[in-house]
C-alpha cells in the first residue's frame, strides 16, 4: 500500500533563507509525486509532479523538488524564501494504475511554513 | 474556464439535516473526486468518480452519498450530519484518474455541523 509521511507539520524559516519540505513515500511500484501548496483559505494547487521523465523537477514560484528512489524521498526546496511562500505544502503519491483505487491521489499531512521577516 | 467550482462557500448545519455540495468543471474532465481536510489529517478521499456514470467509494465514506449527475457535475450528499462531519469539503477534477493526471481543485465548502 502506498503511504506519504512528510516530516514537521510547521515550519519557519526567515526571509531570504533556503526551504526544506520533507517528503518520504512508500509505494510497491514507480510512484508519481506531487506537491501542492494551499494558501490560507483557498483550495490546493498544483506546485510540481514527478512522472519519471526527470529526477529533478522544477515547478511554479521557484519551487523545485528532487526524487530520490534510493531515499525513497521527494523533498521540496527553495534557495530563498519570501513572505508570500507562507502557506501549507501537501506531498501527494499515485502508483498511476489506471482505474481502481490504485489510481488515486494519496496526500501526507501537510507541512505549515511561516516566513519571517 | 472558471475550473472547478463548489457551492456554497459556508454552511452550518445541525445535526440530523441533510444537505447537498455541489462541484462543477468546465474542463471537460472524466474523472472527478471529494475529499475532507481536517487538521492535522490531510485531505481524505471520500469518494470518486472515474468516468461518467461510475462512483467508488474512497478511504472515508461513510455518512456520505456522491452523484455523478453529468460529466460536469459531482455532488456530495450528507443525508443526517454529524458533528463529525464538520471539515472543509474539497472537490476535484482530472482528465483521467490516476498515471500523470494533475488534480484540480475547487475553492472548498466549509461546513460546520452543531
Known amino acids: 500500500a502506498q503511504s506519504v509521511t512528510q516530516l514537521g507539520s510547521h515550519v519557519s524559516v526567515s526571509e531570504g533563507a533556503l526551504v526544506l519540505l520533507r517528503c518520504n513515500y512508500s509505494?510497491?511500484?514507480?510512484?508519481?509525486l506531487f506537491w501542492y501548496v494551499q494558501y490560507p483559505n483557498q483550495g490546493l494547487q498544483l506546485l510540481l509532479k514527478?512522472?519519471?521523465?526527470?529526477?529533478l523537477v522544477k515547478g511554479i514560484n521557484g519551487f523545485e523538488a528532487e526524487f530520490k528512489k534510493s531515499e525513497t524521498s521527494f523533498h521540496l526546496t527553495k534557495p530563498s524564501a519570501h513572505m508570500s511562500d507562507a502557506a501549507e505544502y501537501f506531498c501527494?503519491?499515485?502508483?498511476?494504475?489506471?482505474?481502481?483505487?490504485?489510481?488515486?491521489?494519496?496526500f501526507g499531512k501537510g507541512t505549515k511554513l511561516s516566513v519571517k521577516p | 474556464n472558471a475550473g472547478v467550482t463548489q457551492t456554497p462557500k459556508f454552511q452550518v448545519l445541525k445535526t440530523g439535516q441533510s444537505m447537498t455540495l455541489q462541484c462543477a468543471q468546465d474542463m471537460n474532465h472524466n474523472s472527478m473526486y471529494w475529499y475532507r481536510q481536517d487538521p492535522g489529517m490531510g485531505l481524505r478521499l471520500i469518494y470518486y468518480?472515474?468516468?461518467?456514470?461510475?462512483?467508488d467509494k474512497g478511504e472515508v465514506p461513510n455518512g456520505y452519498n456522491v452523484s455523478r449527475l453529468n460529466k460536469r457535475e459531482f455532488s456530495l450528499r450528507l443525508e443526517s450530519a454529524a458533528p463529525s462531519q464538520t471539515s472543509v469539503y474539497f472537490c476535484?477534477?482530472?482528465?483521467?484518474?490516476?498515471?500523470?493526471?494533475?488534480?484540480?481543485f475547487g475553492p472548498g465548502t466549509r461546513l460546520l455541523v452543531l
Open positions: 509505494s510497491s511500484v514507480p510512484p508519481y
Open positions: 468518480s472515474a468516468s461518467e456514470g461510475t462512483t
Open positions: 501527494a503519491v499515485s502508483e498511476g494504475n489506471y482505474g481502481g483505487s490504485q489510481g488515486n491521489l494519496i
Open positions: 514527478y512522472t519519471s521523465a526527470a529526477t
Open positions: 476535484a477534477s482530472s482528465a483521467r484518474q490516476g498515471k500523470r493526471e494533475t488534480q484540480y
